[in-house]
């Protein structure tokens, strides 16, 4: 089981000596790198790393209760497996990982995907509220899932995912609520230099289209997608559209 600095990671590589970008894949708050379906994670032509970030799924560690610990852990795990520039493909509360990269470790970025995103990523009281007690923690798992899927979802879609989120500990998933919660980069975003892609599904009721609109008009040349018929959990409930949309980017991509 490949692990460097406490991230387990899964490789799809038809060739190590590719001449692209190794495109890196950070999950989102409680999640895993199961978040990101085979049609992304087995993208042809590229080195593509899914990565299990500390303290989540395969991963040793407690995880973390800021965005730049778990950037910080990122650029670790680069340095041990002797990859120096990516580009980084975020969900939620990895598209802020990867945004902190690019503004303060920006010789590292290739390019950004910033998938359910924004330069800001408040958490509803609610949620901070109830993931610290015992007794609510599953309601927690209840309301995220319930928030993060369009509404025409598969239902078996729906159950496999709040049967993934409700096997984090819950101290693990209050550190990256907290995190997000503590992400705020409205005055710093429009420093990004690269090439990024900004996808959010059109039903998306965590980051709502308006966060990625603002990313947009921020971003120097940044490019929007909305995906029609999803929610926050966009590239698992439109793996081919996402997958399509990301390969189209990774190719306009220098290296």
């Known amino acids: 089981m490949p692990i460097a600095a406490e991230i387990y ?107 359910g995103s924004g330069a800001r990523l408040r958490v509803a009281p609610v949620l901070l509220d109830s993931v610290s007690a015992p007794t609510t923690y599953h309601r927690t798992v209840e309301m995220i899932v319930s928030w993060s899927f369009g509404e025409k979802t598969p239902v078996r879609l729906v159950d496999l995912a709040a049967r993934r989120f409700g096997e984090v500990r819950s101290s693990v998933l209050q550190g990256d609520l907290l995190a997000c919660d503590a992400f705020d980069e409205m005055e710093r975003i429009s420093q990004i230099r690269k090439p990024t892609l900004i996808l959010c599904g059109n039903e998306d009721r965590m980051t709502p289209m308006r966060y990625s609109q603002f990313l947009a008009n921020n971003i120097p040349d940044a490019m929007l997608k909305s995906i029609p018929d999803a929610g926050h959990m966009v590239m698992l409930e439109k793996p081919k559209i996402v997958a399509k949309a990301l390969m189209d980017f990774l190719l306009g991509i220098s290296y």
Do not use: C, N
């Open 9 to 115: 990671y899964h490789l799809y590589a038809e060739s190590e000596k590719s001449l692209r970008p190794p495109v890196v894949l950070v999950h989102g708050a409680g999640g895993t790198h199961l978040v990101w379906p085979p049609e992304i994670r087995r993208m042809p032509g590229y080195r593509v790393f899914a990565l299990d970030l500390p303290g989540h799924g395969k991963s040793g560690g407690r995880g973390f209760q800021s965005i730049s610990a778990y950037a910080q852990v990122v650029l670790e795990w680069m340095g041990i497996l002797g990859i120096h520039r990516a580009v980084f493909v975020g969900h939620s509360m990895g598209s802020a990982i990867a945004a902190t990269l690019a503004l303060d470790h920006s010789t590292h970025v290739v390019g950004l995907a910033l998938l």
